[in-house]
């Protein structure tokens, strides 16, 4: 499994997210990276409250993020606060805390590859229309290359060059992830499902509890 760090290409980066919202009618975006063989981290952002869409998914493991990473396919809401989320209530009660009107997700794969997902906000209410959807598409498709092609060659570099590791974001959460995993003997799916519990019953993020895990002030007992 690659170790992914895009902090020295912070310039480059900045401009995945941005090329989105300069290209699109939309207030805001977040690239992530993440399937099933790659760590969850976190590419860019355009502002705080991108940011915070994406974490607030990440924390609760709902939301419309997951929706598209399970389907592969564009989740659009266009008019977020005029219909019900059965399928992620938390994450809508929040987000209609916020001045989000409108959230367009967009699964970010290459043939059966799963790389991440492109998340963009708006804060009116308002649908894109075909011609946005294509370009929308479009930027996903080359950003999906984008970022594999980077993937890859951080793997290929790493393997040359062992010792030279490569800073994973999100790090402790990984780690707090095994740690939990052994202590309560559960599955690194389960575990991750208990780090999340905590956090949201205790108001906090998931970031925050594994730091805990990791340090050792938080040990989960049988």
Known sequence: MPHLDFSNDQDRDALVCAAFVSALPVTGAAVSIFGTWLPETSVCTTDNLASRLDELQFDLGEGPRWEAVR???????????????????????????????????????????????????????????????????ALADRTAWSLLDRI??????????????????????????????VQLGLTATEALMRLRAHAFANNQSVRDVAREVVARTLIFTP
């Open 71 to 137: 389907t592969r396919l564009p989740v659009l809401l266009p008019y977020l606060r005029s219909h019900q989320h059965p399928t992620w209530p938390v994450f809508a009660q929040a987000v209609n805390e916020t001045g989000v009107e409108a959230l367009f997700i967009y699964p970010l794969v290459v043939g059966a590859l799963d790389v991440g997902v492109v998340e963009l906000y708006s804060d009116s209410p308002e649908p894109l229309g075909s011609a946005d959807q294509a370009l929308a598409l």
């Open 152 to 181: 890859l060659t951080m793997n290929e570099l790493q393997k040359r060059s062992p010792s030279e590791a490569f800073p994973l974001a999100r790090r402790e959460i990984h780690q707090a992830t095994g740690m939990v995993l």
